[in-house]
């Protein structure tokens, strides 16, 4: 049998060429897709996380301690880690401060042991805010994951308190507010004497009974915390009985708008007996009745008898 032999080079083979790989594209899964939804970063996110691991493993561990009797111990030891983790007092934001200094505040917030979130006390904060005059109420709060927010809501000054030399503002119940120097005074009613500044709510209460004479009082003296002693802009003084001083000083604002009394010369009113009005001028160191007819139409107004005072009308 004959064999056909070929001459020449053997045919080549060609190289088997890889298959190409396809790239897989990722299709975003539904949890992908509610993360992409949600009104925060991832980075924020991830904290929030953090904080939620990190809360049910200290929770474990206080569990954990409190067999062994150390759960404080514990606790402070978690909540250091999670302030590390991030969660830590670096911004505080203070509103509502209008007249009070708002460094009083951020010293306030910022006094605290650790500056772990956990570990800030709110209701500690708070409780020191309020021992501060000017503040009738606040509240404290985290907003997470790094700042504390405190909202003040402040006293308005009502009045001025002056005691020894002392002006301080105090508000509509007589609490005070801060101290003024006598060039800073504001147009405020003045109150003076010890614990004169708790019977600021009675004395508005004895100016609404007579309120013709409200813009002519200057000043109001708390007498032996018993009484009152008003001082007009005129410069004349009301001495006004411990009971019932609200009925004397209409009785005084009817004499007055029958016949001027303020601003005539006088210089103190005494009220203190129900049947009569005492007057005394500037140099006399004796008081006397102005029902007292031997005084002149140039020393005084004409006389107001005792009827006078009864009804008061003109006698």
């Given at each position: 049998?004959?064999?056909?032999?070929?001459?020449?080079?053997?045919?080549?083979?060609?190289?088997?060429?890889?298959?190409?790989?396809?790239?897989?594209?990722?299709?975003?899964?539904?949890?992908?897709?509610?993360?992409?939804?949600?009104?925060?970063?991832?980075?924020?996110?991830?904290?929030?996380?953090?904080?939620?691991?990190?809360?049910?493993?200290?929770?474990?561990?206080?569990g954990?301690?409190?067999?062994?009797?150390?759960?404080?111990?514990?606790?402070?030891?978690?909540?250091?880690?999670?302030?590390?983790?991030?969660?830590?007092?670096?911004?505080?934001?203070?509103?509502?401060?209008?007249?009070?200094?708002?460094?009083t505040?951020?010293?306030?917030?910022?006094?605290?042991?650790?500056r772990?979130?956990?570990?800030?006390?709110?209701?500690?904060?708070?409780?020191k805010?309020?021992?501060?005059?000017?503040?009738?109420?606040?509240?404290?709060?985290?907003?997470?994951?790094?700042?504390?927010?405190?909202?003040?809501?402040?006293r308005?000054?009502?009045a001025v308190?002056?005691?020894?030399?002392?002006?301080?503002?105090?508000?509509?119940?007589?609490?005070?507010?801060?101290?003024?120097?006598?060039?800073?005074?504001?147009?405020?009613?003045?109150v003076?004497?010890?614990?004169?500044?708790?019977?600021?709510?009675?004395?508005?209460?004895?100016?609404?009974?007579?309120?013709?004479?409200?813009?002519?009082?200057?000043?109001?003296?708390?007498?032996?915390?018993?009484?009152?002693?008003?001082?007009?802009?005129?410069?004349?003084?009301?001495?006004?009985?411990?009971?019932?001083?609200?009925?004397?000083?209409?009785?005084?604002?009817?004499?007055?708008?029958?016949?001027?009394?303020?601003?005539?010369?006088?210089?103190?009113?005494?009220?203190?007996?129900?049947?009569?009005?005492?007057?005394?001028?500037?140099?006399?160191?004796?008081?006397?009745?102005?029902?007292?007819?031997?005084?002149?139409?140039?020393?005084?107004?004409?006389?107001?008898?005792?009827?006078?005072?009864?009804?008061?009308?003109?006698?």
């Amino acid at each position: 049998m004959n064999k056909t032999i070929r001459r020449g080079p053997a045919p080549q083979r060609r190289a088997v060429q890889p298959k190409r790989r396809v790239p897989k594209v990722h299709k975003p899964s539904t949890i992908d897709k509610a993360i992409a939804l949600l009104p925060i970063s991832e980075q924020a996110l991830r904290r929030i996380t953090t904080w939620s691991i990190l809360a049910v493993i200290g929770a474990s561990a206080l569990g954990i301690a409190s067999l062994f009797g150390v759960p404080q111990a514990a606790g402070v030891a978690v909540a250091e880690e999670i302030g590390r983790a991030g969660f830590r007092v670096r911004g505080i934001e203070v509103t509502g401060v209008k007249r009070m200094n708002p460094m009083t505040v951020y010293a306030v917030v910022l006094d605290q042991q650790s500056r772990a979130m956990p570990l800030v006390d709110l209701a500690a904060v708070r409780a020191k805010l309020l021992k501060y005059g000017w503040i009738a109420d606040a509240q404290v709060s985290r907003r997470l994951p790094d700042k504390l927010v405190v909202h003040i809501i402040e006293r308005e000054p009502a009045a001025v308190w002056q005691d020894k030399g002392q002006l301080t503002l105090i508000d509509a119940n007589g609490e005070p507010l801060q101290q003024i120097a006598a060039d800073q005074l504001p147009e405020l009613p003045r109150v003076i004497g010890e614990g004169a500044n708790w019977q600021a709510p009675a004395y508005r209460t004895l100016l609404d009974a007579a309120p013709a004479l409200r813009p002519l009082v200057k000043a109001a003296t708390w007498v032996g915390n018993r009484r009152w002693d008003l001082v007009f802009q005129t410069g004349e003084t009301l001495v006004l009985p411990e009971e019932e001083p609200a009925k004397a000083l209409v009785k005084f604002a009817e004499l007055d708008g029958a016949r001027p009394l303020l601003g005539k010369g006088w210089l103190r009113f005494d009220m203190r007996d129900p049947t009569r009005l005492v007057v005394r001028k500037p140099g006399q160191q004796s008081q006397r009745a102005i029902t007292d007819t031997t005084a002149t139409e140039a020393e005084t107004p004409p006389p107001i008898t005792r009827s006078a005072m009864a009804s008061g009308r003109q006698g």
